[in-house]
């Protein structure tokens, strides 16, 4: 199944290609994705496709500096990232998805705070 989405002023777009069943969704407490909303549909890197806006976006670094956090420089949306929980894939926000994707979710809390304790809990 593909969806599509981007950010809030449509510079940033992207389509993925997700499974058609039950998608767990990661809803994270650390303090940039609890502050922010953030929604997490974890795809591989192989799955996602910028469409457009390569060049209309910045990076944003904190604390391990591992993840690069990808905001759209004009409305400044983060719609997707390149999370350190999963170094080789692409976190996409389930906010910013197209209106009518139709995928089947379920949304499952992610440590985030004690993040070595959430990334074991994404082994079980």
């Known amino acids: 199944m593909i969806v599509t989405g981007g950010c809030h002023c449509g510079l940033v777009q ?13 809803d994270c407490n650390c303090s940039i994705c609890s502050m922010t909303g953030y929604l997490h549909l974890i795809v591989p890197e192989t799955k996602f496709r910028l469409i457009e806006g390569q060049r209309d976006t910045t990076t944003y670094r904190f604390g391990s500096g591992k993840a690069r956090h990808i905001f759209c420089t004009q409305c400044g949306i983060k719609s997707f990232y390149r999370p350190r929980s ?36 994404l082994a079980k």
Request: aromatic share 6%; with cysteine.
């Open 14 to 26: 992207f389509e993925a290609e997700v499974p058609e069943g039950p998608v767990d969704i990661l």
């Open 86 to 121: 999963h170094p080789d894939g692409i976190s996409i926000n389930l906010r910013c998805l197209d209106q009518g994707h139709g995928l089947d979710v379920r949304i499952v809390p992610f440590d985030g705070r004690d993040w070595e304790k959430g990334k074991a809990g």
